[in-house]
């Protein structure tokens, strides 16, 4: 977890590759800072998290696994996200 300021130096300093709103809680990103691959995303408790991730395939991945259950809240599933796991 990372506060907000330590969250806008890192995108100063990261080129952006994806990033996704996810109409729920803010963006997804996946970053890439140096030369590593950085997935960043706010919880629905307003938290900044972030996770190195091995591949942009990995990473794509993640990504759409986790708008499909934001899509799903929208229709009212009752599920929820695990930030940590």
Not at 37 to 42: A, D, G, N, P
Not at 52 to 76: H, P, V
Request: with cysteine.
């Amino acid at each position: 977890m990372i506060g907000e300021s330590e969250l806008n130096e890192l995108l100063s300093h990261s080129k952006m590759i994806i990033e996704e709103n996810t109409h729920i809680s803010d963006k997804i990103r996946l970053l890439k800072f140096k030369d590593e691959l950085i997935l960043q995303e706010k919880t629905t408790k307003d938290e900044f998290l972030i996770r190195s991730i091995k591949t942009q395939k990995e990473a794509e991945d993640f990504i759409r696994d986790r708008l499909e259950i934001y899509n799903r809240m929208w229709d009212g599933c009752g599920c929820k996200v695990d930030y940590y796991k």
